[in-house]
């Protein structure tokens, strides 16, 4: 895997799906509908828009994802690309599913709290990259990019190994935690705490490994 697979048929997929889901909002929902389009940290709606422009977010957040992506594979030189193209790849659908999942719940007002919905959208980012991240090599796009991984390829590995599987285990525990409580300001710590303490706990471990080597 050499290059970065935007325009794939599941990156397609996911795009058709959250147009069609836009279309079926359109028809649904009531022209002078006001739709919330932001949450406080008790997961109640703080911020509406009208129909129109509420229903376009989520479709414009995708496109502009995928011009990002785009322009990463275009401009960008191979050989910095090469190291993060595991992840990179990986990454884009899964953000395209989670715009896909606010937009499903968005239209069709199903009875999950929003909360949840970001939590598991962040989990299986965080398994997904987790997984990903042992593959990944010294690059300037992604990964625990320290003065310690970078000098030093056996550090970064085993740093990404170490912090691969603890974003998974943390990607795994959040999706417990909302299956226990949908209590928005316990999920948002929760989503905070997944994501901050596996790269916490990864760049202990790099300069650990370094201090180490340094003996």
Known sequence: MTDLRVFTRLNHLLLSLIAVTTIAGV????PDAQLPVHFDLFGQPDRFAGRDDALILMPAFGLGVL???WAIGRFSHPQRLAGGIYVLNAVLPVLLAMF??????????FDF???RVAAWSVAALLIVLGNLMPKS????YGGIRLKTTLADPANWAATHRFTGLAMMISGGLLVILTLITGEAPI?????LAAII???????LYSWRMARRGRE
């Open 27 to 30: 028809m649904r929902i009531p």
């Open 67 to 69: 011009v990002l992506f």
């Open 100 to 109: 896909l999942a606010f937009q499903v719940v968005l239209v069709f007002q």
């Open 113 to 115: 709290a929003i909360a």
């Open 137 to 140: 090599q010294p690059n300037r």
């Open 187 to 191: 999920v948002f710590v929760g989503v």
């Open 197 to 203: 303490l596996p790269l916490l706990l990864g760049v």
